[in-house]
T-cell receptor, first 116, second 107 residues
Framework: GAVVSQHPSWVICKSGTSVKIECRSLDFQATTMFWYRQFPKQSLMLMATSNEGSKATYEQGVEKDKFLINHASLTLSTLTVTSAHPEDSSFYIC????????????FGEGSWLTVV | AQRVTQPEKLLSVFKGAPVELKCNYSYSGSPELFWYVQYSRQRLQLLLRHISRESIKGFTADLNKGETSFHLKKPFAQEEDSAMYYCALNQGGKLIFGQGTELSVKP
């Protein structure tokens, strides 16, 4: 069964608005989660590392003020796309490492964001 | 710099033919490599990890440190193998992905 869950699976929002995507670890605590973005027909690109109780670490070229990450609990990380634009339309995916599993990395089902 | 390269964007084969999806990496240290598969409109699924040395759905992959490669192989492709395949390198829990190879298996 799924060990990492994302919500919503898909969302449509208007330009200029903000949208929040949740990533939950199910039945385990994840001090670190990762957020990826996948444009159509392209590979996954790491956006940021979400750290519980501290600031996220962003990859080069990712605007931290635009992609707000909050990891307030050990089972939830949220990604908020602020002032969304059509070019932010993408598939956003989170991952977490299941403890005591030999560092097995699990992915959420992904969230499709369409900005109109 | 750490990098994963999948040179083929698309690989098209007929059912029953052998398949090899290429992956090369650049990493200073002992790499931990994975193959993930993404079927149409589904989440990314782990297919193989090099440390387990197991065969999943008939696929195998051997880490060749001399050639810095981790090619994915299957002796007889099936139509249901059609999907996107990503090679990935683990860097402390975060994954560096290759560009992906679309495998198309034709009847």
């Amino acid at each position: 069964g799924a060990v990492v869950s994302q919500h919503p699976s898909w969302v449509i929002c208007k330009s200029g608005t903000s949208v929040k995507i949740e990533c939950r670890s199910l039945d385990f605590q994840a001090t670190t989660m990762f957020w990826y973005r996948q444009f159509p027909k392209q590979s996954l690109m790491l956006m940021a590392t979400s750290n519980e109780g501290s600031k996220a670490t962003y990859e080069q070229g990712v605007e931290k003020d635009k992609f707000l990450i909050n990891h307030a609990s050990l089972t939830l990380s949220t990604l908020t796309v602020t002032s969304a634009h059509p070019e932010d339309s993408s598939f956003y995916i989170c991952s977490a490492t299941l403890p005591n599993s030999g560092n097995t990395i699990y992915f959420g089902e992904g969230s499709w964001l369409t900005v109109v | 710099a750490q990098r994963v390269t999948q040179p083929e964007k698309l690989l098209s084969v007929f059912k029953g033919a052998p398949v090899e999806l290429k992956c090369n990496y650049s990493y200073s240290g002992s790499p931990e490599l994975f193959w993930y598969v993404q079927y149409s409109r589904q989440r990314l699924q782990l297919l193989l990890r090099h440390i387990s040395r197991e065969s999943i759905k008939g696929f195998t992959a051997d880490l060749n440190k001399g050639e810095t490669s981790f090619h994915l192989k299957k002796p007889f492709a099936q139509e249901e193998d059609s999907a996107m395949y990503y090679c990935a390198l683990n860097q402390g829990g975060k994954l560096i992905f290759g560009q992906g190879t679309e495998l198309s298996v034709k009847p």
